[in-house]
């Protein structure tokens, strides 16, 4: 009898469901975002806030989808959110009513790196009440 229910297989589905998600918000992002109703839908400054939370969300999803550790995740943390909403400011640039602002992508970066402490918190609470075989 074959053993599926191994360590090896659940990171391997975890980061394929991180993956997943980073290209389900980036989607999500670019269709709802050219929504007429997506003009002015959160005012300022609270949309610098939702930025940080989708972002540290898309920067947390990628970081686990490389499957990297340490800096080396947070690298992919950052990259990931950075690379997202960059698509995002220069797809608004080309929307009517929508914006392209630095202080978005400013917002979006601190988001991956909030994302990439999270995400170390988890490996290291996760870590010291996980026994390896």
């Known amino acids: 009898m074959v053993n599926t229910a191994t360590p090896e297989n659940f990171q391997r589905a975890l980061?394929?469901?991180a993956a997943l998600?980073?290209?389900l918000a980036?989607?999500?992002l670019y269709i709802l975002?050219?929504?007429p109703v997506a003009v002015g839908l959160i005012p300022s400054p609270w949309?610098?806030?939702a930025h940080l939370l989708v972002f540290g969300m898309v920067g947390a999803a990628a970081g686990v989808a490389s499957g990297k550790r340490g800096w080396r995740m947070a690298l992919y943390c950052v990259a990931g959110a950075?690379?997202?909403g960059?698509?995002?400011e220069l797809h608004q640039a080309f929307l009517p009513g929508r914006a392209a602002s630095w202080s978005d992508l400013a917002a979006d970066l601190i988001g991956g790196l909030l994302g990439a402490g999270a995400v170390h918190a988890v490996h290291r609470f996760a870590g010291n009440?996980?026994?390896h075989r």
Do not use: N
């Open 33 to 35: 975002g050219a929504q």
């Open 47 to 49: 949309d610098k806030l």
């Open 21 to 23: 998600s980073v290209a």
């Open 15 to 17: 980061r394929i469901l």
């Open 129 to 131: 009440r996980v026994k």
């Open 82 to 84: 950075t690379m997202v």
């Open 26 to 28: 980036a989607g999500a």
């Open 86 to 88: 960059t698509m995002d």
